[in-house]
DNA sequence: GACAACCTGACC
DNA sequence: GGTCAGGTTGTC
């Protein structure tokens, strides 16, 4: 999934239902996944729920963190102590556990599932003071919409890779994947293949402008649900129905009709307009 | 920079 | 059967 709109998504739904929470089990299903003692979580309190770029973290009051990773398709989602009937409707809650729950983190007031088809994600539980000992917190790069300013992100672009990947490499920028870096370039006219350091301060500019503008869109309408992505309370999002370029391979392009194109750059499907973006 | 690895499932 | 998939990490 899940890129900074989907899992920031994930994480106010965690804050609603999970703040002052305590937990009273943990089941872990797929030891591979899960890192760390899941006892230095049993009895302790959630006290926060934070994100940096598309990873999460949930906060304890003995001094312990969750940290969690989903990666392209894990889902959390909750399910309020006898509330079960609520979500039969919508056919979530009968399918948990089920076949890809791979964790079930067990709460006073209702219990959290770690669901992931492809197993990619990760649970890991350290102390709060050693999460920058994982590789992927101890890399971050700033972000959009939070601390990552404009000049800031002028620095990041003196570099002879492709634009793209550029946006893209969470050690330089966090939280920004493939829905939304296609998308981003489309607005701002920018060539993907691009090398980072031709753009001109105008494109820079525009390109911050753009990518912030795409991950607003996608926090307000809950993210895009192109597969696997669901909330919290296991709801898709909608950020599907507003994409510009990203899966339209043979689609007219929106504001000139060219067909849209697809490359593979840094091993990612990449789609442009090859009349727009130059 | 390209490519493979980690996995399962959907689609052609 | 082959190709592709919201990600990250580790090879040449």
């Given at each position: 999934m899940p890129e900074?709109?989907?899992?920031?998504?994930?994480?106010?739904?965690?804050?609603?239902?999970?703040?002052?929470?305590?937990?009273?089990?943990?089941?872990?299903?797929l030891p591979r996944i899960f890192s760390g003692?899941?006892?230095?979580?049993?009895?302790?309190?959630?006290?926060?729920?934070?994100?940096?770029?598309?990873?999460l973290v949930m906060d304890f009051d003995n001094g312990y963190v969750l940290a969690v990773h989903v990666k392209m398709t894990g889902q959390l989602i909750f399910l309020p102590k006898g509330e079960r009937g609520k979500f039969e409707k919508k056919k979530v809650g009968d399918k948990l556990p089920g076949l890809h729950t791979h964790t079930i983190l067990f709460f006073d007031r209702g219990t959290l599932y770690y669901n992931d088809i492809r197993q990619f994600g990760w649970l890991q539980v350290v102390k709060k003071d050693d999460l920058k000992k994982i590789p992927f917190f101890r890399t971050l790069g700033k972000e959009p919409l939070k601390d990552l300013s404009l000049?800031?992100?002028?620095?990041?672009?003196r570099s002879g890779s492709s634009i793209k990947n550029v946006i893209m490499d969470q050690a330089k920028i966090a939280g920004v994947g493939n829905i939304y870096a296609n998308d981003a370039l489309y607005l701002s006219k920018i060539h993907p293949k691009r090398k980072a350091n031709s753009l001109s301060p105008k494109e820079a500019e525009e390109l911050f402008v753009a990518l912030e503008t795409v991950l607003r869109k996608g926090l307000e309408v809950g993210g895009a649900s192109e597969w696997q992505y669901v909330n919290v309370d296991g709801q898709s999002g909608g950020y599907q129905n507003f994409f510009q370029v990203y899966g339209k391979v043979g689609k007219p392009c929106p504001k000139c009709g060219t067909e849209i194109e697809k490359i593979t750059l840094g091993g990612r499907g990449t789609f442009f307009c090859p009349e727009c973006q130059k």
């Open positions: 900074l709109p989907e899992v920031e998504t994930i994480r106010v739904g965690l804050e609603k239902y999970l703040l002052d929470a305590t937990i009273t089990d943990i089941d872990v299903r003692s899941k006892d230095s979580l049993i009895s302790a309190k959630v006290d926060g729920v934070r994100r940096f770029g598309k990873g000049q800031d992100f002028t620095a990041v672009l």
